[in-house]
């Protein structure tokens, strides 16, 4: 019985270990390098790297490209 409650307590121990940590969509945007590789990574094998860190991917190469998301507001026509 005492090995039994060893060995689940070793398995529970091991199992509540760190998850592995995604990169932040800010993170990816800062470094273009690393961006620039996971985006390849991500094109070869998606299954393989998770939907997660791929959207965080695709999110981070839309704000390089889009900038902060500011709305284009044209001047107001004059009336005449």
Known sequence: MKIITALM??????????????????SLAANPERLKELRTQCKADRAKLGDALCNAVAEATRKRFMGNGTPYTPEPTPKN
């Open 9 to 26: 307590l070793a398995v529970l121990l091991t199992s509540c270990g760190q998850s592995a940590s995604t990169e932040t969509v800010e």
